[in-house]
């Protein structure tokens, strides 16, 4: 497995995210969490990212339900992006347990996994089997 370097939490919630953010830093090891409070900030990055050839995330963690622009609405416009998508993984991190949403969620090539709050120690182990698995 390559060494982690950059994540994206894309949350709305100041609390979740910092929890999140230390989450991601001491459990999934990566060096460096950039933290978002809607798509629309974390999308307009990326664009800065592909527009100056800065570092492009490993790990998006998305919230759904946010503000300006919701999760979803990050997705289309993440795919409209000349990335190699294949390389940023996205695991939706949200409240809803609808199972409209973990099957729309199926159809975005981009989205690894599907996790409920809060980010426990289950969810954490499965994401970190999931990173592994994606960077055989």
Same mark, same amino acid.
């Given at each position: 497995?390559?060494?982690p ?9 100041r ?8 989450i991601?830093?001491?459990d999934l090891?990566?060096?460096a969490v950039q933290?978002? *409070?809607n798509?629309? #900030? ?5 664009q800065?990212v592909v527009? +100056?050839g800065g570092?492009? %995330?490993?790990?998006i963690?998305l ?7 919701d ?7 993440f *795919?409209?992006?000349? #990335?190699a998508?294949?390389e940023?993984r996205v695991?939706?991190? +949200?409240?809803s347990i609808q %199972?409209?949403?973990i099957e729309k969620?199926t159809?975005?090539k ?9 980010l426990?120690?289950?969810n ?5 089997s ?5 960077s055989?």
């Amino acid at each position: 497995m390559k060494t982690p370097k950059l994540a994206y939490v894309v949350e709305d919630d100041r609390i979740t995210a910092v929890i999140t953010e230390f989450i991601v830093k001491k459990d999934l090891r990566y060096r460096a969490v950039q933290t978002f *409070g809607n798509g629309q #900030l974390a999308f307009n990055q990326l664009q800065e990212v592909v527009r +100056t050839g800065g570092s492009i %995330p490993d790990l998006i963690l998305l919230d759904l339900n946010m503000p300006q622009m919701d999760g979803w609405e990050f997705l289309d416009a993440f *795919g409209t992006l000349p #990335l190699a998508q294949e390389e940023v993984r996205v695991f939706i991190l +949200t409240s809803s347990i609808q %199972p409209t949403d973990i099957e729309k969620s199926t159809h975005y090539k981009e989205v690894k996994g599907y996790f409920s709050k809060p980010l426990g120690k289950v969810n954490v182990q499965r994401m970190k089997s999931l990173l592994w698995e994606a960077s055989d």
